[in-house]
């Protein structure tokens, strides 16, 4: 009798000789006996349901009488044999420990694990089990440790002290002490000192009254590389408020550190460590992105926007998102307008502000205003230029703008950087707290300029570029960095859990679109533009690759290039048009679409008595971190089923757009808070997208002459239904972005908008 299966036939019976060892298969055959006849019976054997016997899983002493059995393959027909016919009862058990056994002493362990975890999970009760388990367990741990794979050799050591204590204890005890040993001096040659220390902590609790001899030695010798660390530190100090030199403090409170990591009870460590942060506060950030041209109005590029907030000033800063749009912060004093909405009033206040804030007076302002409405300054903005028709001062302190028309924003249309050209210093110099120090590799320093605004504000924040969200978890949790300036949404929603840290979302999403920025032929057509959307499916990439699966509120694939709010009648979804669907996944439909638009070119072509343009390779760049690096890489597999040849450019660190001529679609994370303002930056002709088609202009004229909000939520409406049209930007999602710290870091406030607004406030608390 044989029954097929996916590896071919089991024999299971036959009249002469004994069954051949399945080897690893035999885990993918039902549990059975096997019972031998012995040659007086005609030899042979059968395999059989799992016996019950009178007497328990084994053959009797003294068998009298039948025995009965199902054959396997055959379990409705009951058979009988004597026992007198019987040579053997290969029982399965039995058979699962001699397997586990032979494997154990032939050294093979991965094929012994399979059918050790059977008897764990079916025979926990068996007697030999605690020493077949605790011979692969000691026997593995060998293997490994010759390997020098020492973290798994402890563990397999660890368990086998924890399941079968009695198991060659003192044996075992020296070699959890030789591989303490070895994992403790890989993990200070890799400076990996905090986390040397938790492990020495973790074994001295675990194993307290047992004989673990490395235990005392390493606290021996911790406990004098801390005391070392200890003076080190206290003279580094010394030193750097004697000479004010920033690399002392520096190396000061490294070793501070180092010493409480090493032996976080010696006497002082604590003190000095906190005496340390309060002369010498500094923060370490991690980023995916360290900034190459900082500026705080940047709306592409999040690296530049982040790091813009240290250096430089705005003069209309957000502070965060109200009901009716952005709220701003006047840098100079105040602000006011008619209840027509057609003046617009600033008020210096420079009593108010420190130095060289005050030094600014209102002819200064009133003349940069101005510069904005000349075409041929680097300042123009178009937007202002139209909504503004007089400029006039009543004052030294007050400027006065008459409007045009009513505008309901005026404030973020003068969202300009205050650079050092407004006290007399250079063009394009800081104006921040601090100044740009040193870049070293992936880790750039900012320090303060002048006196501290509060006593806890950072003299120095750090920098450190990961290579990925997750590296920088790991960081985080391991105290390598205080805070993360953005997660993974899934990781977000990991770290919650945590109670070391807090994650913190920030109000406003980032909107994710693919943007136009070559010459190339085909990506000029909007017909192939909508194929490129129809053939990506972009609920896959972002639930499956992005979100891994986790619901995060507010992510949500678009149809446009704005926010859609995070939740039902969200005020910062005013320009999103809920009625507007997001394009499905339709395959077919973006292949059909394809061969349109390549037979309407065709023809034109022919029409015009020129060649058809050919289908270049698509260049699509994004920036070098690993969520923009996942999303385009899922893109160039979804588009390379449509036949598309797609090149992947990945942008130098720092840069977010691609130059002229090195890609052909952007994949941009664009900051698009306020929209009514926002709309020309991403779609005018000197926006992103660089868009030249009329009805987007035509649509964006007419949001500019909004008289009030009616109006701009109508016109902004239009416009999203002119771009999911036209498509000048291909809308991909939003996400809520969000930023971790450790609870020691106090001071970071709740929702930011920039994750350097309140770091004058910052206070670290060991």
């Known amino acids: 009798m044989t029954i097929q299966t996916c590896s071919g036939e089991i024999i299971n019976y036959a009249e002469k000789g004994r069954p051949e060892d399945p080897g690893l298969e035999l885990l993918q055959e039902d549990p059975h006996d096997i019972i031998q006849f012995n040659q007086e019976a005609g030899g042979g054997w059968v395999k059989v ?16 009488g039948v025995v009965k059995f199902n054959i396997i393959g055959i379990e409705t027909k009951e058979f009988v044999a004597d026992w007198k016919n019987i040579e053997s009862i290969d029982f399965w058990e039995k058979r699962l420990e001699r397997e586990t056994a032979d494997r154990i002493k032939a050294g093979d362990f991965p094929g012994a694990y399979p059918f050790l975890s059977v008897l764990i999970r079916d025979y926990p009760n068996r007697r030999n089990l605690r020493t077949l388990r605790g011979e692969f367990l000691w026997r593995d741990a060998g293997r490994r440790a010759r390997l020098g794979e020492i973290g798994p050799a402890l563990a397999m050591l660890e368990e086998l002290q924890r399941y079968a204590p009695e198991y060659k204890s003192d044996v075992v005890m020296r070699a959890l002490s030789e591989m303490t040993d070895r994992l403790m001096l890989k993990l200070m040659k890799e400076k990996k000192l905090e986390l040397a220390q938790r492990l020495l902590a973790r074994l001295e609790k675990d194993y307290a009254g047992k004989p673990l001899t490395s235990v005392k030695k390493w606290n021996d010798i911790f406990y004098k590389m801390a005391e070392e660390r200890r003076d080190k530190a206290k003279a580094a100090l010394a030193q750097g408020i004697k000479t004010n030199v920033f690399q002392d403090f520096r190396d000061a409170r490294r070793l501070a550190r180092e010493c409480i990591y090493l032996k976080p009870t010696i006497e002082g460590g604590k003190e000095l460590a906190r005496k340390i942060e309060e002369i010498y506060p500094l923060v370490k950030v991690g980023v995916l992105q360290t900034a190459k041209n900082p500026d705080p109005t940047r709306l592409d590029n999040w690296a530049a926007r982040r790091a813009g907030r240290l250096l430089y000033r705005v003069l209309f800063e957000m502070q965060g998102a109200g009901p009716e749009g952005g709220e701003y912060e006047f840098l100079f004093g105040e602000t006011e307008q008619s209840p027509d909405r057609m003046t617009f009033s ?36 178009s937007p202002w230029a139209a909504s503004v028709e007089q400029i006039g001062l009543d004052g030294p302190k007050q400027i006065d703008c008459i409007l045009r028309r009513p505008n309901v924003l005026p404030a973020a249309l003068v969202q300009m950087n205050v650079d050092g050209s407004w006290f007399g210093g250079e063009p394009g110099s800081p104006t921040g707290d601090y100044r740009r120090d040193k870049v070293e590799g992936d880790t750039v320093r900012y320090t303060l300029v002048g ?51 807090r994650v913190a979302r920030y109000p406003l999403p980032s909107i994710h679109m693919l943007v136009p920025c070559s010459d190339h032929e085909y990506l000029a057509e909007r017909t192939f533009r909508r194929a490129l959307v129809y053939g990506t499916n972009r609920e896959d990439i972002l639930t499956g690759e992005l979100l891994e699966s986790m619901e995060v509120p507010g992510c949500r694939v678009l149809s446009g290039p704005f926010p859609a709010g995070l939740e039902d009648n969200d005020p910062l979804g005013y320009a999103y ?12 439909l973006a292949k059909l679409l394809m061969t349109m638009n390549e037979n309407q070119m065709k023809s034109l072509a022919e029409r015009r008595k020129e060649e058809a343009p050919v289908m270049k390779p698509i260049r699509l760049a994004y920036p070098p971190e690993n969520l923009s690096r996942t999303a385009c890489e899922a893109i160039k597999s979804q588009w390379e089923l449509l036949d598309l040849k797609v090149e992947l450019v990945e942008l130098p660190v720092g840069e977010a757009f691609p130059k002229e001529g090195q890609a052909d679609l952007a994949y941009v994370a664009a900051a698009v808070w306020e929209p009514i303002i926002d709309a020309r930056r991403v779609l005018g002709p000197n926006g992103m997208a660089g868009s030249t088609d009329q009805l987007v202009g ?65 206070r670290l608390s060991l």
Do not use: C
């Not at 016997?53 to 068998?63: A, C, F, K, V």
């Open 49 to 64: 349901r799992l016996l019950q016997l009178e007497g328990g899983r084994s053959m009797p002493l003294d068998p009298k």
């Open 451 to 501: 006196e501290q605004r509060t006593a806890s504000q950072p003299r120095e924040i750090v920098e450190i570029r990961t290579e990925s969200a997750r590296e920088g978890v790991a960081m985080l949790l391991q105290g390598e960095v205080d805070m993360l300036d953005q997660l993974f949404p899934a990781d977000a929603v990991r770290l919650e859990k945590n109670r070391s840290v």
């Open 698 to 762: 035509l649509g964006l004229r007419r949001l500019e002459e909004s008289k009030n909000w009616k109006d701009a939520r109508d016109r902004l409406l239009d416009l999203h239904f002119i771009s999911n049209n036209e498509l000048p930007v291909l809308p991909l999602w939003q996400l809520v972005d969000s930023y971790a710290y450790n609870r020691n870091l106090l001071g970071v406030g709740s929702d930011i908008v920039s994750l350097y607004q309140n770091a004058e406030k910052w």
């Open 346 to 381: 600033m008020m210096l206040v420079p009593e108010k502000l420190q130095d060289p804030l005050n030094r600014v007076n209102g002819f200064f302002v009133a003349d940069r205003l101005a510069e904005r409405v000349m075409p041929n300054s680097d300042l123009y903005f």
């Open 577 to 588: 048009d809920q009625n507007i669907k997001p394009r499905r996944y339709e395959p077919r």
